[in-house]
């Protein structure tokens, strides 16, 4: 079956009107005369399929045999990924948070702690990510989203004393410049979690956590950089600026590790970046493995320790923590897979629905044809 | 009482002039015709102001020129000083100075440019989610390349304007001739032209080197028509001949305010000598010389300036015609509307819904999220209408604002492929196809009815002189008698003996040889000619702007009269004895199409004699003897055969009629008021009584592939009448023999010869059931008999006429239309060029609307041109006329089947293509923002980055398709033309139509709902990356917009060979993103995009994810294409099926 079909091969071209139009005033003539090129007089040589069922058919089941493949690959792959969630809000009295978030004030000193005990029936096996999500929280909020200042981020010294008109209303407190300005900055997720193993025998034991390698290189490295390159005596570059309003410590205090201190501290950075959805999760440690003989979180009981900072209940939001394995395709998604075996079904029996109708009018069309 | 009216006319007289210059300075060639409804307003006041008093005598809309500034005798009228713009040519539209914000000016004057400019004021003003670059660079780019386009197209028209008006031009002062530039010209120099110069200015033709008071002129530069045309100087200064004598002249020249219409001119010239009464001449068009024609075959002339500047002919001409717009325009402005109206409802809903949704303070301002306190306190309803315009802003790229652009270039690229076409070239004219504007091009596709003019368009007219009939005698000039030569002598010889015969025989020769307006065109001296003819060496020939004359004299040549020249007023001809006779020409009657005659008056030796020749209609009721019944017999025997009849008739004068006709002309010539009218009263009286001499039949061929063409065109569904102003019998002929009648075709009649037995009404209801019964017998085989209609105009103006009772007999219109309908050619003969004009508008404007195409050669055409919704003029023979007022302009009527049938089926479909696919393409943008909205809590964040908002019309999709829309063939020119009946396909816009838009709306909706929601459980709460790492809003409205960009390029390359356009646009796509990605931008002052589109394609899954979207989103317009194809193909599907058979067929043949 030929897909296309080649318009007027004969693309030729020659020179116009040599010698053939002579007579009084060739020479105007000549040049009125127009140029009998393929292009000039439209007879460019057109790949053009014509979409029959017969062209298109191949294509239908060629797309079918390939997508239910790769489909069904993504959906096994995706139901190998282990994930576990915990919702720790503390909604409901039974919940072990419930006094935290009942009792939440912003300027409360003494941290609210809580321990959520879980269970995990599989071994996790490589390394694992752990996830904060939070819901019903509008980071994608127009006004929020732009609630920032990107130059000051990037270690702009003017910026920082002078914050842009975007962090309104969050650029200055007590007339001194908030570093780093703006909501997005200033509502940063504040909750600190601990995972604890619980042996079998009731030995607690912390599982360590790394914070690095949680936001994108780039943003670490170039997007992200603290003012005054050379000095690293945070304390002293910030001077003069305060911490946003919400913020417990100020900046310069968020990790003892120099490499992840001030704008470039890695759980920072992640919160920097807006969600799409108003229900998303962030990265908050990575579980590394550690050795290849046992698992990284063997299956057993686990206590997450929380510190409880981050109020959600005045926007009926949801906090949770994510237990997730990785693969080449990221977290746990079936949908991608499922989409995959969908279309490719469909594509497949429209690809056979095709062929009857070929078969039934191509037939008839043929035939016209030939009466003709 | 009317002396002291007098004064007060003077008064308002100059206030006119100067207000007419002000307008003229003021508004440039741009706005001729407020120039001249400026001048026309003036001219009606005057009238209504003076007519209360003012007897005929004062012509308020004249002007009085004196010549070489010299003031008449005391005596004469008073002297009123008038002021005349100089002799500058202004065509350029602005100034150095002016410019900036006249063409801004001009350009938001335009709809959709006066829209986004509100846009991005409103962008400016208040805190919109997107920022004002979005929309005012796409605006800014718009503006500047139109100004660009524009300020260039002033400039070239400036330096033409400098060229013009610096050129040299020698003008008399002092007796002395002195040369100053062009633009230094006043009204009342006299300038001296020689040779080959281009006249400056509309002057008065005064006296010229040639003895004969003539001089040659050739209007190319004006109407196109290259033959030389002889104007005549004043007689009685046509004496002079050196500056000293010219510059001695003291006169006046009384005419009228300028006209625009060139071939019109009346004035009068009053020549002061010493303490005489003042001489008073006529000055007619033939006095008049234009500016911008060239002076030939004659050494100098002098000549007097009358109009300058802006007020020549030339320059009043230049008036845009009035703007046709297509059908296609109409419905994409009909589509804007629907989209303007989806825009507010939009932009409506989410305000509503933004507000319903943050009823509670916790959603409102939850505490990551507050207001400043700016915002907190102004008042709701600002906050919400504030709102809603922030929502028009984020929507409005669902106006796609690149689409005026790219419609305009489609358009003025896509003409080029006329003028390129070298199958419209004619090799004897050196001339192809000629498009006046490029807006109609998709209106070529979409004609129904085809209007067409016979003389010149159907039939070459290329004259030739088949026979005469004298007295009932027939004489066939040797040259064309069947292949027999006989010599001219023995084929006259032949028939005839009787004395009496001789003597009428010779006389219509004669009239022949002398009632004509044709000159000689020499090609050497004088002498030179004489002998030229006479040896029978073609030296010289005739021309005239009527080809039936040629062919009459130069068949009268072959018959043995030959017809010399006119020189002082004596017509010379040789006889068939080789002896000069001479004849004074006394009068001229010139022909015109109303009277359809022409006369002139000779003197021989002894005797006056008026020789008439005119159509027979005309000539039959002015005759008082001679042989009719034979000649009308033979007249009618000769239009069946499709040729062209003429009667000569002849009428002897006396002494004392002579003078009465004498005095009727020249008082109707010097009248400077309704002068035609006069001249048409006075012909009227002095034609009459004339002795009827026999009739002439010349042959007007059939111009190449015209019966191909019109069948053609039949099978292509369109209507084809032939409008004429020839006899029914002849006009049939010719619609025979070029197919438009076929054997097969039932003739109804509706002439004149068929009301006189019945009334109108009868005849009218009988065709119409004749038509309704074959309609209802036939049922659906629709071919097996069809109609043809002959009105002719007398008739017609019947039917037309608006019936006096109110309900008596119905309305004529309406059942003619009605039988119009079921007819597949009509004929209209005997038309004016008026009716022509009516009864297209009579179609046009009846219940269907159907598009309607005019197409002529003739001055007589320029109406109905104007008039239907595509002009098209042939470069014909009877001047350029039609071509100039025309929106296309074609050698010859084959053409026409090009231009329709492939030119214009191409261009429908391209440019159909293209506004479906622009809508398409900014829903498919806009609505996955509409759906984020949902999901951001109505906070009108956009979801794609700032460049992308900008870029997306302007650069990312805007090739292909402009591409596509320029060389698009979705069958061959061959296949086209060979199945004439494709043009069906695309009849009544049918590719515009409201399904086919409510269609790719779907399409779009439905493309902009997997995009969205395809990206939207992709990053449903979890991560695709294999670092663990998260995605944020950004990725997702890159990932959003890739999938975007991918599908829409790639609809509008499904049907596409040009993959390198569709690939380069994708590949600068990419590599902008990844560039804008790559860099922290300085001048940014937000790095939202940094790296967002790389980290995004490091991720496995948002490449399979973005492979997937593409294919759903392609698929179900693959689906319908496919399933409308099998089960109800149209005919261009077919054909192109068929095309890939022949291509097997043709390839098993080879093997």
Same mark, same amino acid.
């Given at each position: 079956?030929?897909?296309?079909?080649?318009?007027?091969?004969?693309?030729?071209?020659?020179?116009?009107?040599?010698?053939?139009?002579?007579?009084?005033?060739?020479?105007?003539?000549?040049?009125?005369?127009?140029?009998?090129?393929?292009?000039?007089?439209?007879?460019?040589?057109?790949?053009?399929?014509?979409?029959?069922?017969?062209?298109?058919?191949?294509?239908?089941?060629?797309?079918?045999?390939?997508?239910?493949?790769?489909?069904?690959?993504?959906?096994?792959?995706?139901?190998?990924?282990?994930?576990?969630?915990?919702?720790?809000?503390?909604?409901?009295?039974?919940?072990?948070?419930?006094?935290?978030?009942?009792?939440?004030?912003?300027?409360?000193?003494?941290?609210?702690?809580?321990?959520?005990?879980?269970?995990?029936?599989?071994?996790?096996?490589?390394?694992?990510?752990?996830?904060?999500?939070?819901?019903?929280?509008?980071?994608?909020?127009?006004?929020?989203?732009?609630?920032?200042?990107?130059?000051?981020?990037?270690?702009?010294?003017?910026?920082?004393?002078?914050?842009?008109?975007?962090?309104?209303?969050?650029?200055?407190?007590?007339?001194?410049?908030?570093?780093?300005?703006?909501?997005?900055?200033?509502?940063?997720?504040?909750?600190?979690?601990?995972?604890?193993?619980?042996?079998?025998?009731?030995?607690?034991?912390?599982?360590?956590?790394?914070?690095?390698?949680?936001?994108?290189?780039?943003?670490?490295?170039?997007?992200?950089?603290?003012?005054?390159?050379?000095?690293?005596?945070?304390?002293?570059?910030?001077?003069?600026?305060?911490?946003?309003?919400?913020?417990?410590?100020?900046?310069?205090?968020?990790?003892?590790?120099?490499?992840?201190?001030?704008?470039?501290?890695?759980?920072?950075?992640?919160?920097?970046?807006?969600?799409?959805?108003?229900?998303?999760?962030?990265?908050?440690?990575?579980?590394?493995?550690?050795?290849?003989?046992?698992?990284?979180?063997?299956?057993?009981?686990?206590?997450?320790?929380?510190?409880?900072?981050?109020?959600?209940?005045?926007?009926?939001?949801?906090?949770?923590?994510?237990?997730?394995?990785?693969?080449?395709?990221?977290?746990?998604?079936?949908?991608?897979?499922?989409?995959?075996?969908?279309?490719?079904?469909?594509?497949?029996?429209?690809?056979?629905?095709?062929?009857?109708?070929?078969?039934?009018?191509?037939?008839?069309?043929?035939?016209?044809?030939?009466?003709? | 009482?009317?002396?002291?009216?007098?004064?007060?006319?003077?008064?308002?007289?100059?206030?006119?002039?100067?207000?007419?210059?002000?307008?003229?300075?003021?508004?440039?060639?741009?706005?001729?015709?407020?120039?001249?409804?400026?001048?026309?307003?003036?001219?009606?006041?005057?009238?209504?102001?003076?007519?209360?008093?003012?007897?005929?005598?004062?012509?308020?809309?004249?002007?009085?020129?004196?010549?070489?500034?010299?003031?008449?005798?005391?005596?004469?009228?008073?002297?009123?000083?008038?002021?005349?713009?100089?002799?500058?040519?202004?065509?350029?539209?602005?100034?150095?100075?002016?410019?900036?914000?006249?063409?801004?000016?001009?350009?938001?004057?335009?709809?959709?440019?006066?829209?986004?400019?509100?846009?991005?004021?409103?962008?400016?003003?208040?805190?919109?989610?997107?920022?004002?670059?979005?929309?005012?660079?796409?605006?800014?780019?718009?503006?500047?390349?139109?100004?660009?386009?524009?300020?260039?197209?002033?400039?070239?028209?400036?330096?033409?304007?400098?060229?013009?008006?610096?050129?040299?031009?020698?003008?008399?002062?002092?007796?002395?001739?002195?040369?100053?530039?062009?633009?230094?010209?006043?009204?009342?120099?006299?300038?001296?032209?020689?040779?080959?110069?281009?006249?400056?200015?509309?002057?008065?033709?005064?006296?010229?080197?040639?003895?004969?008071?003539?001089?040659?002129?050739?209007?190319?530069?004006?109407?196109?028509?290259?033959?030389?045309?002889?104007?005549?100087?004043?007689?009685?200064?046509?004496?002079?001949?050196?500056?000293?004598?010219?510059?001695?002249?003291?006169?006046?020249?009384?005419?009228?305010?300028?006209?625009?219409?060139?071939?019109?001119?009346?004035?009068?010239?009053?020549?002061?000598?010493?303490?005489?009464?003042?001489?008073?001449?006529?000055?007619?068009?033939?006095?008049?010389?234009?500016?911008?024609?060239?002076?030939?075959?004659?050494?100098?002339?002098?000549?007097?300036?009358?109009?300058?500047?802006?007020?020549?002919?030339?320059?009043?001409?230049?008036?845009?015609?009035?703007?046709?717009?297509?059908?296609?325009?109409?419905?994409?402005?009909?589509?804007?509307?629907?989209?303007?109206?989806?825009?507010?409802?939009?932009?409506?809903?989410?305000?509503?819904?933004?507000?319903?949704?943050?009823?509670?303070?916790?959603?409102?301002?939850?505490?990551?999220?507050?207001?400043?306190?700016?915002?907190?306190?102004?008042?709701?309803?600002?906050?919400?209408?504030?709102?809603?315009?922030?929502?028009?802003?984020?929507?409005?790229?669902?106006?796609?604002?690149?689409?005026?652009?790219?419609?305009?270039?489609?358009?003025?690229?896509?003409?080029?492929?006329?003028?390129?076409?070298?199958?419209?070239?004619?090799?004897?004219?050196?001339?192809?196809?000629?498009?006046?504007?490029?807006?109609?091009?998709?209106?070529?596709?979409?004609?129904?009815?085809?209007?067409?003019?016979?003389?010149?368009?159907?039939?070459?007219?290329?004259?030739?002189?088949?026979?005469?009939?004298?007295?009932?005698?027939?004489?066939?000039?040797?040259?064309?008698?069947?292949?027999?030569?006989?010599?001219?002598?023995?084929?006259?010889?032949?028939?005839?003996?009787?004395?009496?015969?001789?003597?009428?025989?010779?006389?219509?020769?004669?009239?022949?040889?002398?009632?004509?307006?044709?000159?000689?065109?020499?090609?050497?001296?004088?002498?030179?000619?004489?002998?030229?003819?006479?040896?029978?060496?073609?030296?010289?020939?005739?021309?005239?702007?009527?080809?039936?004359?040629?062919?009459?004299?130069?068949?009268?040549?072959?018959?043995?009269?030959?017809?010399?020249?006119?020189?002082?007023?004596?017509?010379?001809?040789?006889?068939?004895?080789?002896?000069?006779?001479?004849?004074?020409?006394?009068?001229?009657?010139?022909?015109?199409?109303?009277?359809?005659?022409?006369?002139?008056?000779?003197?021989?030796?002894?005797?006056?004699?008026?020789?008439?020749?005119?159509?027979?209609?005309?000539?039959?009721?002015?005759?008082?003897?001679?042989?009719?019944?034979?000649?009308?017999?033979?007249?009618?025997?000769?239009?069946?055969?499709?040729?062209?009849?003429?009667?000569?008739?002849?009428?002897?004068?006396?002494?004392?009629?002579?003078?009465?006709?004498?005095?009727?002309?020249?008082?109707?010539?010097?009248?400077?008021?309704?002068?035609?009218?006069?001249?048409?009263?006075?012909?009227?009286?002095?034609?009459?009584?004339?002795?009827?001499?026999?009739?002439?039949?010349?042959?007007?061929?059939?111009?190449?592939?015209?019966?191909?063409?019109?069948?053609?065109?039949?099978?292509?569904?369109?209507?084809?009448?032939?409008?004429?102003?020839?006899?029914?019998?002849?006009?049939?002929?010719?619609?025979?023999?070029?197919?438009?009648?076929?054997?097969?075709?039932?003739?109804?009649?509706?002439?004149?010869?068929?009301?006189?037995?019945?009334?109108?009404?009868?005849?009218?209801?009988?065709?119409?059931?004749?038509?309704?019964?074959?309609?209802?017998?036939?049922?659906?085989?629709?071919?097996?008999?069809?109609?043809?209609?002959?009105?002719?105009?007398?008739?017609?103006?019947?039917?037309?006429?608006?019936?006096?009772?109110?309900?008596?007999?119905?309305?004529?219109?309406?059942?003619?239309?009605?039988?119009?309908?079921?007819?597949?050619?009509?004929?209209?003969?005997?038309?004016?060029?008026?009716?022509?004009?009516?009864?297209?508008?009579?179609?046009?404007?009846?219940?269907?609307?159907?598009?309607?195409?005019?197409?002529?050669?003739?001055?007589?055409?320029?109406?109905?041109?104007?008039?239907?919704?595509?002009?098209?003029?042939?470069?014909?023979?009877?001047?350029?006329?039609?071509?100039?007022?025309?929106?296309?302009?074609?050698?010859?009527?084959?053409?026409?089947?090009?231009?329709?049938?492939?030119?214009?089926?191409?261009?429908?479909?391209?440019?159909?293509?293209?506004?479906?696919?622009?809508?398409?393409?900014?829903?498919?943008?806009?609505?996955?923002?509409?759906?984020?909205?949902?999901?951001?809590?109505?906070?009108?964040?956009?979801?794609?980055?700032?460049?992308?908002?900008?870029?997306?019309?302007?650069?990312?999709?805007?090739?292909?398709?402009?591409?596509?829309?320029?060389?698009?063939?979705?069958?061959?020119?061959?296949?086209?033309?060979?199945?004439?009946?494709?043009?069906?396909?695309?009849?009544?816009?049918?590719?515009?139509?409201?399904?086919?838009?409510?269609?790719?709306?779907?399409?779009?909706?439905?493309?902009?709902?997997?995009?969205?929601?395809?990206?939207?459980?992709?990053?449903?709460?979890?991560?695709?990356?294999?670092?663990?790492?998260?995605?944020?809003?950004?990725?997702?409205?890159?990932?959003?917009?890739?999938?975007?960009?991918?599908?829409?390029?790639?609809?509008?390359?499904?049907? #596409?060979?040009?993959?390198?356009? *569709?690939?380069? +646009? @994708? %590949?600068?796509? !990419? $590599?902008?993103?990844? &560039?804008?990605?790559? =860099?922290?931008?300085?001048?940014?002052?937000?790095?939202?995009?940094?790296?967002?589109?790389?980290?995004?394609?490091?991720?496995?899954?948002?490449? #399979?994810?973005?492979?997937?979207? *593409?294919?759903? +989103? @392609? %698929?179900?317009? !693959? $689906?319908?294409?496919? &399933?409308?194809?099998? =089960?109800?193909?149209?005919?261009?599907?077919?054909?192109?099926?068929?095309?890939?058979?022949?291509?097997?067929?043709?390839?098993?043949?080879?093997?």
């Amino acid at each position: 079956m030929m897909a296309s079909s080649y318009k007027d091969e004969d693309g030729h071209i020659t020179v116009s009107g040599s010698g053939a139009a002579a007579g009084a005033g060739g020479g105007s003539l000549r040049s009125k005369k127009p140029e009998n090129t393929a292009f000039k007089q439209q007879r460019l040589p057109a790949w053009q399929p014509i979409l029959t069922a017969g062209t298109v058919l191949p294509a239908f089941f060629i797309i079918g045999l390939m997508f239910i493949p790769i489909g069904i690959g993504l959906y096994v792959t995706s139901n190998n990924i282990k994930e576990f969630e915990v919702d720790y809000t503390g909604v409901e009295m039974s919940s072990p948070c419930f006094t935290c978030s009942q009792n939440f004030s912003w300027n409360s000193t003494k941290p609210c702690t809580c321990s959520v005990p879980f269970h995990l029936d599989q071994p996790y096996e490589s390394n694992v990510f752990m996830y904060y999500g939070l819901s019903n929280f509008y980071q994608n909020h127009r006004r929020y989203v732009k609630s920032r200042d990107d130059s000051q981020l990037n270690g702009n010294e003017e910026s920082l004393r002078k914050p842009s008109k975007e962090c309104e209303p969050y650029a200055k407190h007590n007339n001194k410049p908030i570093a780093p300005c703006g909501a997005i900055a200033n509502s940063m997720f504040n909750d600190s979690l601990e995972l604890i193993y619980i042996d079998p025998n009731g030995t607690k034991v912390q599982i360590p956590l790394t914070a690095t390698g949680i936001a994108w290189w780039t943003d670490k490295h170039v997007k992200f950089r603290n003012p005054g390159a050379e000095n690293t005596n945070l304390t002293v570059v910030f001077q003069g600026t305060t911490r946003p309003v919400n913020w417990r410590r100020p900046v310069f205090q968020l990790d003892s590790d120099p490499d992840n201190n001030g704008f470039i501290n890695e759980d920072f950075i992640v919160w920097m970046r807006t969600a799409a959805l108003p229900t998303f999760r962030k990265l908050y440690r990575i579980i590394q493995r550690r050795s290849n003989v046992h698992p990284t979180l063997p299956r057993g009981n686990y206590s997450l320790e929380v510190v409880y900072n981050y109020p959600v209940r005045s926007f009926e939001g949801r906090k949770r923590m994510i237990l997730s394995t990785i693969s080449w395709m990221g977290g746990k998604n079936p949908f991608l897979g499922i989409a995959y075996v969908s279309v490719g079904s469909v594509c497949f029996l429209l690809g056979v629905l095709l062929l009857i109708i070929h078969h039934k009018y191509g037939n008839r069309n043929n035939a016209a044809e030939i009466s003709h | 009482m009317c002396r002291s009216s007098g004064d007060v006319n003077s008064a308002f007289f100059t206030v006119h002039t100067l207000g007419t210059v002000e307008a003229l300075s003021l508004h440039s060639l741009c706005f001729p015709s407020r120039c001249l409804f400026h001048s026309l307003w003036c001219h009606n006041l005057f009238f209504s102001l003076l007519r209360s008093c003012a007897g005929e005598e004062n012509w308020v809309d004249s002007r009085t020129v004196y010549i070489g500034h010299k003031e008449p005798p005391p005596g004469a009228e008073a002297y009123i000083p008038q002021r005349y713009p100089d002799n500058r040519i202004v065509s350029s539209k602005y100034t150095f100075w002016n410019f900036i914000p006249k063409n801004l000016f001009e350009q938001f004057r335009r709809i959709a440019n006066f829209y986004f400019l509100v846009i991005f004021l409103v962008q400016l003003i208040i805190d919109t989610p997107t920022s004002p670059v979005t929309s005012g660079l796409p605006l800014f780019f718009v503006i500047t390349v139109t100004a660009i386009k524009q300020g260039y197209e002033d400039w070239l028209r400036h330096k033409a304007d400098c060229s013009l008006n610096e050129c040299p031009v020698d003008v008399v002062q002092q007796e002395k001739v002195v040369r100053t530039q062009s633009h230094k010209l006043r009204v009342g120099d006299i300038v001296m032209v020689r040779e080959d110069e281009t006249f400056p200015c509309d002057l008065i033709f005064l006296s010229s080197s040639r003895d004969d008071g003539t001089c040659y002129v050739t209007t190319t530069s004006l109407d196109g028509e290259s033959s030389h045309k002889t104007y005549y100087a004043v007689p009685d200064t046509m004496a002079f001949k050196t500056e000293q004598e010219v510059d001695s002249l003291h006169a006046t020249i009384e005419c009228e305010q300028p006209q625009p219409d060139l071939y019109k001119f009346v004035g009068r010239i009053n020549i002061y000598k010493d303490k005489e009464e003042p001489v008073s001449r006529t000055l007619g068009a033939e006095n008049l010389l234009l500016r911008g024609a060239t002076l030939k075959n004659t050494q100098h002339i002098y000549a007097v300036a009358v109009y300058t500047g802006m007020e020549t002919k030339m320059a009043l001409n230049y008036q845009s015609k009035s703007q046709k717009r297509s059908a296609v325009e109409k419905s994409m402005n009909a589509f804007l509307i629907v989209y303007l109206f989806i825009l507010i409802s939009k932009a409506v809903i989410n305000t509503v819904l933004k507000y319903a949704w943050q009823w509670s303070p916790d959603r409102d301002e939850p505490w990551y999220n507050h207001r400043t306190e700016n915002e907190r306190q102004r008042h709701v309803v600002i906050r919400a209408f504030t709102d809603f315009l922030a929502f028009m802003v984020l929507f409005n790229y669902i106006i796609p604002v690149s689409m005026y652009v790219t419609v305009e270039m489609q358009k003025f690229l896509g003409s080029y492929f006329i003028t390129w076409d070298e199958e419209m070239f004619d090799e004897e004219l050196g001339q192809g196809a000629q498009v006046n504007t490029s807006d109609l091009n998709e209106e070529l596709g979409q004609v129904e009815y085809v209007f067409t003019d016979k003389t010149g368009t159907l039939t070459e007219n290329n004259m030739e002189f088949i026979e005469c009939c004298v007295d009932g005698n027939v004489y066939i000039p040797h040259a064309i008698c069947n292949g027999q030569i006989l010599s001219a002598a023995s084929s006259i010889d032949m028939i005839d003996s009787s004395p009496g015969g001789k003597r009428i025989r010779d006389l219509f020769f004669r009239a022949l040889c002398l009632c004509h307006t044709v000159q000689v065109k020499e090609e050497e001296t004088v002498d030179g000619i004489k002998r030229g003819i006479h040896q029978g060496r073609p030296t010289s020939f005739y021309i005239s702007s009527s080809p039936d004359e040629v062919a009459l004299v130069e068949g009268m040549k072959r018959l043995g009269y030959t017809y010399l020249r006119l020189k002082d007023n004596y017509m010379e001809i040789l006889n068939k004895d080789d002896e000069i006779e001479r004849f004074e020409l006394l009068h001229v009657l010139n022909f015109d199409s109303v009277r359809r005659r022409m006369s002139v008056i000779v003197k021989s030796i002894s005797e006056y004699l008026m020789f008439c020749k005119g159509a027979d209609s005309s000539i039959f009721p002015r005759v008082v003897s001679g042989k009719v019944e034979q000649v009308k017999a033979h007249v009618e025997q000769n239009a069946v055969e499709g040729l062209r009849t003429l009667c000569v008739a002849y009428r002897r004068l006396s002494e004392s009629e002579y003078q009465e006709a004498c005095h009727y002309l020249t008082e109707a010539k010097l009248a400077l008021q309704d002068r035609e009218q006069r001249l048409a009263q006075a012909y009227d009286v002095i034609e009459r009584d004339f002795v009827l001499l026999g009739a002439t039949a010349v042959e007007d061929r059939l111009q190449e592939k015209a019966a191909d063409t019109i069948e053609s065109l039949h099978k292509a569904g369109i209507k084809v009448w032939v409008l004429t102003g020839d006899k029914m019998e002849t006009a049939a002929a010719t619609c025979y023999a070029s197919k438009l009648f076929r054997r097969s075709t039932q003739i109804l009649e509706l002439t004149k010869k068929r009301t006189k037995e019945q009334s109108l009404h009868d005849v009218l209801f009988e065709l119409n059931r004749t038509v309704l019964r074959q309609r209802s017998i036939s049922g659906l085989s629709v071919d097996c008999l069809d109609f043809g209609l002959i009105i002719d105009g007398a008739t017609l103006s019947a039917v037309l006429k608006p019936s006096q009772e109110v309900s008596g007999h119905g309305n004529y219109r309406e059942i003619f239309l009605e039988i119009c309908r079921n007819c597949s050619a009509v004929l209209c003969c005997r038309m004016a060029p008026l009716q022509k004009a009516q009864i297209v508008k009579l179609i046009k404007s009846s219940k269907e609307h159907p598009i309607t195409l005019a197409v002529g050669d003739g001055a007589n055409d320029v109406s109905m041109i104007l008039e239907a919704h595509v002009g098209i003029g042939i470069m014909g023979k009877e001047g350029r006329q039609a071509a100039r007022n025309s929106d296309y302009a074609i050698p010859k009527f084959k053409h026409l089947k090009k231009m329709l049938l492939v030119h214009g089926h191409y261009y429908y479909i391209r440019i159909a293509e293209l506004v479906q696919y622009f809508f398409y393409k900014n829903v498919c943008f806009i609505f996955p923002q509409f759906l984020y909205q949902f999901f951001c809590g109505f906070s009108q964040q956009p979801l794609y980055d700032t460049a992308y908002l900008t870029l997306y019309n302007i650069s990312f999709t805007s090739l292909p398709i402009l591409l596509y829309s320029l060389v698009e063939q979705h069958v061959t020119i061959d296949t086209l033309k060979r199945e004439p009946s494709l043009y069906r396909d695309i009849a009544k816009n049918s590719l515009l139509r409201w399904p086919v838009f409510l269609y790719w709306t779907c399409l779009g909706v439905f493309d902009a709902v997997i995009f969205f929601f395809g990206a939207y459980f992709l990053f449903d709460n979890t991560t695709f990356t294999s670092n663990g790492q998260m995605f944020g809003n950004w990725t997702f409205g890159t990932l959003i917009f890739t999938v975007l960009v991918f599908t829409v390029t790639l609809k509008a390359t499904k049907c #596409l060979g040009l993959g390198f356009v *569709i690939w380069g +646009s @994708l %590949l600068f796509y !990419v $590599i902008f993103s990844l &560039l804008w990605g790559g =860099i922290v931008w300085p001048f940014l002052n937000y790095q939202r995009m940094y790296y967002v589109f790389m980290q995004m394609l490091s991720s496995g899954p948002a490449w #399979l994810s973005i492979i997937l979207l *593409i294919t759903v +989103s @392609l %698929l179900p317009d !693959v $689906i319908k294409k496919v &399933l409308c194809r099998a =089960i109800c193909p149209t005919a261009t599907e077919r054909a192109q099926v068929r095309k890939r058979f022949l291509k097997i067929d043709l390839k098993f043949y080879l093997c």
